[in-house]
């Protein structure tokens, strides 16, 4: 067997499926599918709350597009395609109720446990958490997948440090994290890793501005016609999405807009033909990131297949600005007005009460395989982190039942 296809070496063995023909990467992804917490990520907020339009994203529409996009960019270079669909289908799996802003909860509360990073809970959901599994000593390791796939879904290989927000490992999880990134260049993505997240970037940055402009959140003839509007957008993705000055910015929007797939869209009012302009709109964007994406990767590390360390994905600046772009004008009229929203603030109390109240009533109050982690937790920061992953599993919507009956 391949090294990168190998499994936790202390796991039990599974039973081989007889006749199979799968590959290990095959199965990995039919594990993910089959998955209790990839099924939440259908009421788990995006960007809207969950469940307040039938148009809008949740995390697993989301999830499901950027598994496309990554299997799609990942072909073209050679890699595994199932390798790259794992990444994206499992690289929001660590994402708490509400989204971005539920995350942000959630580390506030956590600090005595090493605090809280969506990515490295999407490893400890898929090596520790998901029922698949056992070691030889009866203890989870999740979904046993293989190297390649846990290397390809590691957005943030190395672990938290003093300043660093972002991170992709607690040091509960360090042992799997070391096992999987042995022989990897130290604080590198591999290439499957670095397809994933540029196609994460592609479908949240193109989704979120369709989702806008069909929820009436982003007028384009207003940006289109107000150049002080224009200054806004580019002062939002500044800093924010990328380190280029405003002028840049200014120069790269105005391109954009000149677009015609952008220009077709200046009158949109909702009707069927505004609908099918808005969707070729975000087809072509996807379209074009991904192929420039490819061909600049192809130009600097040529023919053939390309796969884990064997090159480093190459964007185009165009295109990255361009993406940049796109985020900045979400941001601008669809996240930053929901940021001083009460129930933006609410959903924030909501997970704060929920740790507090399930930290003082102890395991009586948790799932039974949150509570068995409780009781065992050697000592009270590793309580805490049983607490936190339980109320990381819940949805939106379970999140606010819990809390109402928890607090009534």
């Known amino acids: 067997m391949h090294p990168l296809a190998k499994r936790w070496p202390s796991a039990e063995r599974l039973v081989a499926e007889p006749g199979s023909t799968r590959s290990p990467f095959q199965r990995d992804r039919a594990r993910l599918l089959h998955s209790a917490g990839f099924r939440r990520l259908a009421d788990k907020t995006q960007v809207h709350t969950a469940g307040t339009a039938d148009f809008l994203r949740t995390r697993l529409t989301h999830s499901l597009e950027v598994a496309q996009i990554s299997r799609e960019l990942g072909s073209a270079?050679?890699?595994?395609?199932?390798?790259?669909?794992?990444?994206?289908?499992?690289?929001?799996l660590g994402h708490p109720p509400f989204g971005h802003n539920g995350e942000d909860a959630l580390h506030e509360v956590a600090g005595p446990c090493g605090g809280y990073e969506?990515?490295?809970?999407?490893?400890?959901?898929?090596?520790?958490?998901?029922?698949?599994?056992?070691?030889?000593?009866?203890?989870?390791?999740?979904?046993?997948?293989?190297?390649?796939?846990?290397?390809?879904?590691?957005?943030?290989?190395?672990?938290?440090?003093?300043?660093?927000?972002?991170?992709?490992?607690?040091?509960?999880?360090?042992?799997?994290?070391?096992?999987?990134?042995?022989?990897?260049?130290?604080?590198?993505?591999?290439?499957?890793?670095?397809?994933?997240?540029?196609?994460?970037?592609?479908?949240?940055?193109?989704?979120?501005?369709?989702?806008?402009?069909y929820g009436e959140y982003i007028n384009l003839a207003k940006l289109m016609d107000d150049a002080s509007e224009q200054a806004a957008v580019c002062e939002g993705a500044a800093g924010r999405y990328c380190d280029d000055s405003t002028a840049v910015l200014g120069e790269a929007l105005q391109e954009l807009l000149r677009d015609p797939s952008i220009v077709r869209?200046?009158?949109?009012?909702?009707?069927?033909?505004?609908?099918?302009?808005?969707?070729?709109?975000?087809?072509?964007?996807?379209?074009r990131f991904v192929k420039a994406a490819a061909k600049a990767t192809r130009d600097q590390f040529g023919d053939g297949q390309l796969r884990?360390?064997?090159?480093?994905?190459?964007?185009?600046?165009?295109?990255?600005?361009?993406?940049?772009?796109?985020?900045?004008?979400?941001?601008?009229?669809?996240?930053?007005?929901?940021?001083?929203?009460?129930?933006?603030?609410?959903?924030?109390?909501?997970?704060?009460?929920?740790?507090?109240?399930?930290?003082?009533?102890?395991?009586?109050?948790?799932?039974?395989m949150f509570a068995e982690a409780y009781d065992t937790a050697s000592d009270d920061a590793a309580r805490l982190r049983a607490v936190v992953d339980q109320v990381a599993s819940l949805t939106d919507t379970s999140a606010e039942a819990w809390h109402r009956r928890l607090t009534r």
């Open 77 to 92: 270079l050679g890699c595994d395609p199932d390798v790259a669909d794992v990444a994206g289908l499992a690289h929001d």
């Open 118 to 213: 969506g990515n490295a809970q999407t490893l400890r959901v898929v090596s520790r958490l998901e029922a698949k599994a056992l070691d030889t000593e009866g203890n989870s390791v999740g979904l046993n997948l293989t190297r390649a796939s846990l290397d390809a879904m590691c957005k943030y290989p190395w672990a938290a440090s003093e300043g660093v927000r972002k991170f992709g490992v607690y040091e509960d999880d360090r042992a799997v994290f070391d096992w999987f990134r042995g022989g990897a260049p130290e604080g590198a993505k591999c290439l499957e890793a670095q397809v994933m997240d540029w196609s994460d970037d592609v479908a949240y940055s193109v989704h979120d501005v369709e989702d806008g402009i």
């Open 308 to 368: 884990r360390y064997d090159a480093d994905l190459v964007i185009p600046e165009e295109e990255r600005i361009t993406c940049a772009l796109l985020k900045g004008i979400a941001w601008r009229y669809v996240m930053q007005p929901r940021t001083s929203a009460s129930w933006y603030t609410r959903q924030r109390e909501i997970l704060h009460d929920l740790v507090a109240v399930l930290c003082d009533r102890g395991s009586d109050s948790l799932e039974p």
């Open 265 to 287: 869209l200046h009158d949109y009012d909702g009707s069927f033909r505004a609908q099918v302009a808005l969707k070729d709109f975000t087809s072509n964007t996807v379209g």
